[in-house]
């Protein structure tokens, strides 16, 4: 498929007077706004934006975009890592005017829409004191990070967020419109949770739901850098056994900005070992003795909070003009000198640069491997270092400092990588995060349902 530069006006009008939806096109007011994703490292000039409001009109964008040969970005939410949601030159379906999540507290389930964001997603289920585990920002989009397979702070107590995945509605390359589940197209069904973006244009989703809320239960336990071999020792060997409801994270990073930390770390490399506990509050201390009972930390917080408001925290932290660059993959064990080595990247990198170990297994452990295209589920950690930037002047350093955390990791590193987890993209990444066996069924499915490769702008397998 050929990338067309430019697309002329008549084009243009005329896709607007049979679209049914809004187009924006480079000389519309508003187009710099409407061209913007979340990550400002892709600063993309496409030929033409489509806001379709009905799954006809997402059916007639795609049509239209096979017609003038235009390369074509789906837009959920604009969070992709690795910018597959915008392109120069093409076509972006924007799903924005696609919003909306119904519950039905009875049947315990949520249907979400092709344009919906977790925060809605949130809002809509806690209203029944019910909860889909999804991801930590709340204007992440639904779509994006479900077909992905979805971690987040309530995974080990629930699964990914494809494990509570019940049904997905697409419109294919050819204009189809397709229910995918464990009993309608059960192959695709399996494709779509873990690399869902290369088979249509995903509609709605289905998802069941879970008795769960209002409260989270947190920590974050500061240690200097010293101490990071006995901490890990303690957090390694109590993620066997934790409980289901204790999610945690053991991150590497460095005390700044300064006045923010004790004077005895301000500045230096440090570790955090942060949980979230989603069970009742009296069970809080017996479930997370273990990991309390190692070194003694610098600086302990701790408390309650609702879940909608923990589940929004981060959202200004990471609001949209922010420049961002992350790679992941998996790990059952850190040996002592890739966490000396760590310590010392962290010591001479960017303020914002950190490497974060999460333990994974509980109920994303229990969900067989075979069943989804997911990759890593068997994996005790997911190991992912990012760093964020504000200009662009940071454009190089910032994904150099990154890629150097996770070859520092590389010899302790597992085949599989988290597909949301990771900015980089291309033939050779597809085939790392997926494995061979797992891209050829894809492929086999690409075959069938995307035979032309249309939907490429993704964590791609070609057909």
């Known amino acids: 498929m050929t990338q067309t530069a430019a697309l002329a006006r008549h084009h243009l009008d005329r896709f607007r007077d049979a679209f049914g939806g809004e187009v924006i096109g480079p000389a519309d007011d508003g187009y710099d706004d409407a061209r913007r994703v979340w990550n400002a490292v892709f600063d993309r000039r496409p030929a033409a934006i489509a806001r379709?409001?009905?799954?006809?009109?997402?059916?007639?964008?795609?049509?239209?975009?096979?017609?003038?040969d235009l390369e074509i970005a789906v837009r959920g939410g604009g969070h992709s890592a690795s910018?597959?949601?915008?392109?120069?030159?093409?076509?972006?379906?924007?799903?924005?005017?696609?919003?909306g999540v119904t519950v039905d507290p009875e049947r315990r389930s949520a249907r979400a829409n092709g344009g919906a964001l977790l925060g809605e997603l949130d809002i809509a289920a806690q209203a029944h004191g019910l909860v889909c585990p999804v991801g930590v920002i709340g204007h992440t989009g639904v779509a994006g990070l479900t077909l992905g397979g979805g971690v987040g702070r309530l995974q080990r107590n629930f699964g990914l967020t494809i494990d509570s995945l019940r049904a997905v509605e697409l419109v294919t390359a050819d204009g189809r419109t397709v229910r995918a589940s464990a009993i309608e197209e059960p192959e695709l069904f399996w494709g779509i949770r873990g690399a869902g973006w290369n088979f249509g244009l995903a509609t709605a989703f289905e998802f069941g739901l879970h008795e769960f809320g209002p409260l989270l239960h947190r920590s974050?336990?500061?240690?200097?850098?010293?101490q990071a071999h006995d901490v890990w020792a303690t957090f390694r060997d109590f993620a066997d056994s934790a409980p289901d409801a204790v999610s945690m994270i053991y991150t590497i990073g460095r005390a700044v900005p300064e006045g923010d930390y004790p004077d005895s770390v301000a500045g230096q490399p440090i570790v955090i070992v942060s949980y979230n506990h989603s069970g009742r509050a009296e069970d809080v201390d017996r479930d997370v003795a273990p990991l309390t009972a190692g070194p003694a930390p610098v600086s302990v917080t701790s408390g309650s909070a609702k879940y909608l408001e923990v589940q929004t925290s981060n959202d200004l932290a990471m609001a949209w003009g922010g420049?961002?660059?992350?790679?992941?993959?998996?790990?059952?064990?850190l040996s002592a000198a890739v966490l000396d080595a760590l310590i010392e990247h962290v010591r001479g990198g960017p303020d914002e640069g950190s490497v974060s170990v999460t333990a994974q297994g509980g109920a994303i452990r229990r969900v067989p491997a075979e069943s989804t295209a997911f990759v890593g589920r068997q994996a005790r950690f997911d190991v992912s270092a990012d760093v964020g930037w504000p200009d662009a002047t940071g454009d190089e350093a910032g994904p150099a400092w990154v890629r150097r955390a996770m070859a520092i990791v590389s010899p302790d590193a597992l085949p599989g990588g988290y597909s949301n987890g990771n900015s980089d993209a291309g033939p050779a990444q597809t085939r790392a995060l997926y494995g061979?066996?797992?891209?050829?069924?894809?492929?086999?499915?690409?075959?069938?349902?995307?035979p032309d490769n249309v939907f490429h702008l993704n964590h791609n397998v070609a057909p």
């Open 436 to 450: 061979d066996e797992t891209v050829g069924r894809l492929a086999a499915l690409k075959r069938v349902w995307d």
């Open 52 to 68: 379709p409001d009905s799954v006809g009109s997402v059916a007639s964008a795609i049509r239209f975009g096979r017609e003038r």
């Open 220 to 226: 974050a336990r500061i240690y200097p850098a010293s």
């Open 83 to 99: 910018g597959h949601s915008t392109c120069d030159g093409g076509l972006v379906i924007d799903l924005s005017a696609m919003p």
């Open 323 to 333: 420049r961002s660059f992350i790679l992941s993959g998996y790990a059952n064990d």
